[in-house]
């Protein structure tokens, strides 16, 4: 009697900020535990989604944007980045194909080959948002970034659309090791409630304020009662005064559209009613303090 093997093992998904690997793992996962926003670093934390097929199971790993980081959280968020890569059987390299601007090829070039270099595992490219890519402009990009490295596939897709998400998945799975499936079928991360929730209302800061206010901003959730309805109590820190002027807004509007919109998303993650209450506090250089970074799992 012939038996099918089963495969099991990690993907990390790398790549550059906004290139779209949080929409990526929510569609592969059919449900939103990834923030996405238009801004670039918006993902802080690795997040870990469970894909399990028929034969298959893939733990992916999805991690910060690789940039030039500057300041100490950023230059935590790279690390965490890059530490992923020790723990892959294969690495999904996604980029936005359609971000191609001629002068920085070769400095994007210099910049890609140092993260690429580094990795041990088989690679698979993913070019992302073809959809919004005129046709004859895809070899070309093709070819540019097949001379960075010896990618094992390259595959473009849409991971909005869902155009190729399944070619891309056969492309990684060929990478996993022959093993037992680790997760129930009905586990689709490990992030907890608590974190998923605190991610949703940080996404409707980045959604709703402009400027250096998101990247300013944390939130931490100081309780989470589980009943009916479930109570949150969140806090979102700032840097300076100006930013939780930014946030209460005029009359508290702004906090209060924080509050419905952060409450509509986590009642559609629960399936239950909640009720959201938000407080603003000032620490000053948040960023740069490692007991805080600690606690948000950044250091």
Same mark, same amino acid.
């Given at each position: 009697?012939?038996?099918?093997?089963?495969?099991?093992?990690?993907t990390?998904i790398?790549?550059?900020?906004?290139?779209g690997k949080?929409?990526?793992?929510?569609h592969l996962?059919?449900?939103?535990?990834a923030i996405?926003?238009?801004?670039?670093?918006?993902?802080?934390?690795?997040i870990?989604?469970i894909?399990?097929g028929e034969?298959?199971?893939?733990?992916l790993?999805?991690t910060?944007g690789?940039?030039?980081?500057?300041?100490?959280?950023?230059?935590?968020?790279?690390?965490?980045?890059?530490e992923?890569?020790? %723990?892959?059987?294969v690495? &999904?390299f996604l980029?936005?194909?359609?971000?191609?601007?001629?002068k920085?090829? =070769? @400095?994007?070039a *210099?910049?890609y080959?140092?993260y690429?270099?580094?990795v041990?595992?088989?690679?698979?490219l993913?070019?992302?948002?073809?959809?919004?890519?005129?046709?004859p402009?895809?070899?070309p990009?093709?070819?540019?970034?097949?001379?960075?490295h010896?990618?094992?596939?390259?595959?473009?897709?849409s991971?909005l659309?869902?155009s190729?998400?399944?070619t891309?998945t056969?492309?990684?799975?060929k990478h996993?090791?022959?093993?037992?499936q680790?997760?129930?079928?009905?586990?689709p991360?490990?992030?907890?409630?608590?974190?998923i929730?605190?991610?949703?209302?940080? %996404?409707?800061?980045?959604? &709703?304020?402009?400027d250096e206010?998101p990247?300013?901003?944390?939130v931490?959730? =100081? @309780?989470?009662e *589980?009943?009916?309805?479930?109570?949150?109590?969140?806090t979102?820190?700032?840097?300076?005064?100006?930013?939780?002027?930014?946030?209460?807004?005029?009359?508290?509007?702004?906090?209060?559209?924080?509050r419905?919109?952060?409450?509509a998303?986590?009642?559609?993650?629960?399936?239950?009613?909640v009720?959201l209450h938000l407080?603003?506090?000032?620490?000053?250089?948040w960023?740069?303090?490692?007991?805080?970074l600690?606690?948000l799992g950044?250091?």
């Amino acid at each position: 009697m012939k038996t099918t093997s089963h495969q099991s093992g990690v993907t990390a998904i790398i790549g550059p900020p906004n290139a779209g690997k949080s929409t990526l793992l929510n569609h592969l996962l059919q449900l939103k535990i990834a923030i996405v926003t238009p801004k670039p670093q918006t993902t802080r934390n690795r997040i870990m989604g469970i894909v399990t097929g028929e034969h298959y199971q893939m733990i992916l790993l999805d991690t910060p944007g690789l940039h030039k980081a500057r300041e100490e959280m950023n230059r935590q968020m790279v690390r965490v980045a890059m530490e992923s890569l020790s %723990e892959a059987d294969v690495v &999904l390299f996604l980029v936005d194909a359609t971000d191609m601007p001629p002068k920085k090829l =070769d @400095q994007r070039a *210099e910049e890609y080959k140092s993260y690429l270099d580094k990795v041990q595992a088989p690679v698979v490219l993913a070019l992302n948002k073809v959809d919004l890519l005129d046709p004859p402009r895809l070899l070309p990009v093709m070819e540019w970034y097949g001379k960075l490295h010896p990618f094992s596939a390259i595959v473009p897709i849409s991971a909005l659309e869902g155009s190729a998400v399944d070619t891309l998945t056969e492309e990684l799975v060929k990478h996993l090791p022959e093993g037992p499936q680790y997760y129930p079928d009905d586990l689709p991360t490990d992030a907890t409630e608590r974190f998923i929730a605190s991610e949703i209302i940080r %996404e409707k800061v980045f959604l &709703l304020t402009r400027d250096e206010v998101p990247y300013s901003t944390a939130v931490v959730i =100081d @309780q989470f009662e *589980e009943g009916e309805p479930v109570v949150i109590h969140a806090t979102i820190m700032v840097e300076r005064s100006s930013q939780k002027g930014i946030l209460v807004g005029q009359k508290g509007r702004m906090l209060a559209t924080i509050r419905q919109q952060s409450t509509a998303d986590i009642e559609h993650l629960l399936g239950c009613k909640v009720q959201l209450h938000l407080w603003i506090k000032v620490r000053k250089n948040w960023s740069s303090n490692q007991n805080i970074l600690r606690d948000l799992g950044l250091a």
